[in-house]
């Protein structure tokens, strides 16, 4: 069984910086078989992805996170973060860590998804 456990959330002033762990434990992959995705959720709202890395280190972020939040990861301890700065009231939301996992063998293609049960992160003064 996996499990990806957020965590650094909590209340922060406008203009403020915070950094989101996720950190994945229990069945061991290889780092170049993860997938990992930020999401968060406002309430009212839809869950929209935030940023994402690739197994190859690739980075996309959406157009509200560009330029103020950066993912990153450390292979070795299986953790991906999410460095949020000049952060204002339209990112509070519950965050969420998404790891994707795609194993590729003989026999084919095995996609698997795990999601965190979410950080809450609320920017106000």
């Known amino acids: 069984q996996v499990q990806v456990v957020e965590s650094g959330g909590g209340l922060v002033q406008p203009g403020g910086s915070l950094r989101l762990s996720c950190a994945a434990s229990?069945?061991?992959?290889?780092?170049?078989?993860?997938?990992w995705g930020w999401y968060r959720q406002a309430p009212g709202k839809q869950r929209e992805l935030v940023a994402s890395?690739?197994?190859?280190?690739?980075?996309n972020y959406a157009d509200s996170a560009k330029g103020r939040f950066t993912i990153s990861r450390d292979i070795a301890e299986n953790t991906v973060y999410l460095q949020m700065t000049n952060l204002n009231a339209e990112d509070t939301a519950v965050y969420y860590c998404?790891?994707?996992?795609?194993?590729?063998?003989?026999?084919?293609?095995?996609?698997?998804?795990?999601w965190g049960k979410g950080t809450l992160v609320t920017v106000s003064s």
């Open positions: 998404h790891l994707r996992v795609v194993v590729t063998t003989i026999e084919g293609s095995n996609d698997m998804n795990y």
């Open positions: 229990g069945r061991k992959f290889s780092h170049d078989s993860m997938n």
């Open positions: 890395m690739t197994s190859g280190g690739s980075t």
